[in-house]
């Protein structure tokens, strides 16, 4: 805190954190399971990013009512559309609990020993804390394992869609600008918190009310410059400070080229398909958007590694640590990171395993497969797993495109036979292969025209009767027996084996972080990111991103016109937008020189998961809403460099324009306190 003021914040550590009184703490949320979001007004509204509530905008979008195209705005509470399974979460208080995790440890027993009585502690610890469905109770790691700390938290499950401006706007460049600055991007939605007639967490009813807030951030029309000091307050997810030389390279020798290759083959089908039917468009947006979000990173990361040396330097720093180890005389540690080598070494083909299979089954690979992997642990049981069943096959089928899933099918079969190492091969995808003469299209033809896994209506009706017979039939259904047969052996065989070594990972990081912290303190200063509540802090400041180029730190609408191109999807600038453009109408949300601001880039370290995190000025008001990182510096989790590296937000003044001028839902403004000292 002190450091903050020296960097010009006005507040104290209790505006932020305090377990007795209203603070901001009490005014940002975990938003579904990896987002950010905050409150606004004292009616429960909330803000997030467009990109975070976009599953819940693209869920409600048909042809008729496409939200996603015209954007969405709720004239009254009764328009406001609910969304099934998403909820917000607050954090209550937190609690260091390392003593008591680490009771009955000492450090020369064996890890598996420690590993269970850690976790029973930390059972015991939950256990204590334990509420209804509306708390959630959570012990992290912090510093692999040298620090536990405990997280009781409110979990509210009727959060209602408000408002959403058109992807012409909210996700304005798409995946094409996507980690990437000059940024135009007014990625913002606007979600209602309901509560029960007590103010109490509830889920869906007609007779829930808008939620009374503890805490509310004001919303400043004060804008930002240069030099600013800026904070981030969110669920960032996961950081690697402290990694090790050794997983580095892994990363970058072994899994990145691999993945790339597989999303980039995903991406090209899905493109094409979207750029010839608008249903196909509206279908795949979210799936094409999160294929396209850490494939494009993984990208920049890349290139992040090489340009900056990162994996020299750091064996560089490994070295004189490893100096300072020996001056000790600690010669226990002698072979720490010839240790990660072998690990990493190890790990590297079933690490690869694991994402080849997710990739092909779980992560928007062949859906066909991925339903199908699903009735084995759904569809032969009891009436509520039949039902959790129909939910999938209804969740897939309303976004599925056959053709489109064919073609994935084919390409990633073929990729999964060239990367896939032959100990963790399917025999059984490999004998409909080999049948096929080895020609993927063939193969995946065959199994698209003799599976009901593609026929949603039949399968439907089979899987809710689900009597002998039934069941007999699927069994030998070949998209069945695939998939059954990759998640056994991604299950049985590779996940295991991969914790395994993970968790041997995972003890030898636990030591070195503790060693580190002896060596030099400041390398430790703060724990990696785990998606708990956490504050980072900077300033708003320019870059260079490459010889003899400098970017400003702010864009406006006339970037937007700038980019402005019919031709281009992601390009498109709304009607209404250019005419609001040509009118230069930005009354007070206007910039000092008239034009109008838009994004905004800082020093703050950010990862995935700071997606919809408040930024908040000296005084604790909002300036801006954090969406993103600037492609040199995507790099960040594993290396943060403040000369490059830059959070990305929308300005706040931008997002109230879109509402009051741009959608005419001025009323909403009402509810927020604006403030403009
Ligand atoms: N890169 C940002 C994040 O990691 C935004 C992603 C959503 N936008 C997109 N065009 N795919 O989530
Ligand atoms: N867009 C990211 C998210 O959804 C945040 C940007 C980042 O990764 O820094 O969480």
Redesign the pocket.
Known sequence: IEDMKTQGFKLEAKDIYDINNACMKDAVMLFGRGCTAELISDKGLILT?H??G?KQIQSHSTLENDYITRGFWAMNKKEELSNPGLTVTFLRFMQDVTQDVLKGVDETMPEHERKLIVQANIDSIQKSHAGDEYVKVSVSAFYSGNQYVLFVSDVFKDVRLVGAPPAAIG?F???T???MWPRH?G?FSLFRIYANKDNKPSGYSDDNVPYKPKYVFPVSLNGIDEGDFTMVFGYPGSTYQYASSAQLKSMRDYSYPKLIKIRDTKLKIIDQAMDADPEVRIKYAAK???I???W??WIGELKGYERFDVINKKEESEKAFMAWIQARGKTRHENLFAEYEALYSKQAELNLAANITSEIMLKNGIEVLTLAEKTDHHAFSTDSLKEAFQNEILTISKDYDRDTDLKIAEHLTRLYFEYMPPLYQSQKLRKLYLKSKEDPAKAMKKLFKTSIYNDFDKLSTITREANEKHLRKLKKDPAYVIASDLGTIYYKTIRPALSGINAQIDSLDRVYIKLLAEYDSTITAYPDANLTLRLTYGKVAAYAPRDAVKYDFSTTLDGIMEKDNPNIYDYRVPERLKELHKQKDYGIYARPDGKLPVCFIGTNHTT?GN?GSPVINAKGHLVGLN???AWEGVMSDFYYNPEICRNISVDIRYVLFIIDKFAGAGYLMDEMHLVSE
Request: net charge neutral; aromatic share 12%; charged share 30%.
């Open positions: 990013n990109h975070c976009f996700k460049g798409g995946d600008d996507n980690w991007g990625d094409a958007a999160s396209s979000n850490a494009k990173r995935g997606s969406f993103d990182r």
